[in-house]
């Protein structure tokens, strides 16, 4: 049996109270433009999992404690870091939040 369903990620955010900081939604929202989105990461060959030069991802994550110092590919961490496997520093607008600014 299926559980409930929610229209938007923010509806789910505040229901479940999750993906919060400061009480707020810190969800991002758009397409992450993944290198290469199609393709099956595997330990040899994860390139898809990086991120382009203008992906909302960049700069968007949250400075979390004992994060350690390097991404899935050996990069430095910046601050603020990128979500997911992949660090890019920051050169871009912030990403456009679900919560009120």
């Known amino acids: 049996m299926p559980g409930p ?3 938007t990620v923010a509806e ?3 229901t479940h109270r999750q993906e ?3 009480g707020e939604p810190s969800a991002v929202r ?3 433009q993944l290198v290469d989105a199609s393709a099956s990461p595997t ?3 994860s390139n898809g999992l990086k ?3 203008g992906s909302p991802l960049r700069g968007a994550g ?3 404690v004992d994060r350690g110092s390097r991404d899935y590919f050996g990069f430095a961490l910046s601050s603020p870091v990128s979500m997911g496997a992949h660090e890019l520093a920051r050169v871009s607008a912030p990403a456009e ?3 009120p600014r």
Do not use: N, Q
Request: aromatic share 8%; no cysteine.
């Open 97 to 99: 939040r679900l919560g």
């Open 5 to 7: 369903s929610y229209p």
């Open 12 to 14: 789910w955010t505040i």
């Open 62 to 64: 949250l400075d979390l």
């Open 43 to 45: 330990p040899v060959d």
């Open 30 to 32: 758009g397409d992450p």
């Open 20 to 22: 919060l900081l400061a």
């Open 51 to 53: 991120l382009r030069i």
